[in-house]
Nanobody, 124 residues
Framework: HVQLVESGGGSVQAGGSLTLSCTAF????????FAWFRQAPGKEREGVAA????????YVSFDLKGRFAISADNAENTMYLQMNRLKPEDSAVYYC??????????????????WGQGTQVTVS
């Protein structure tokens, strides 16, 4: 497992923006999915966005495209999630995760073994 440390959560009013960051102690494989998930109370953990660490391909959940963007700084092993025009339904605990990139869907939570501790995002 890889140690992942998240930061940047907090409370914001609807329409506002937040940027989350996640730093990996190391990239475990030559190409990885570095991903964000979120989980609201009573709901399943859902994929938000992911980036491949080698080719920098990006993936954003269809419902969040246009509001959320993902980027990474490989020199710092750090990934960012820029969240704009936030809505109350975006409130959740946001987790970062990393795994080897393969043919499985990036948003399959069960495929990840390394997770961050989670950071709360509250939109009111």
């Amino acid at each position: 497992h890889v140690q992942l440390v998240e930061s940047g959560g907090g409370s914001v009013q609807a329409g506002g923006s937040l940027t989350l960051s996640c730093t990996a102690f190391e990239y475990p494989f030559s190409d990885n999915y570095f991903a964000w998930f979120r989980q609201a109370p009573g709901k399943e953990r859902e994929g938000v966005a992911a980036i491949s660490t080698r080719g920098r391909d990006t993936y954003v959940s269809f419902d969040l495209k246009g509001r959320f963007a993902i980027s990474a700084d490989n020199a710092e092993n750090t990934m960012y999630l820029q969240m704009n025009r936030l809505k109350p339904e975006d409130s959740a605990v946001y987790y970062c995760a990393i795994r080897r990139r393969d043919d499985r869907y990036w948003g399959e939570a069960a495929a990840y073994r390394s997770w961050g501790q989670g950071t709360q995002v509250t939109v009111s």
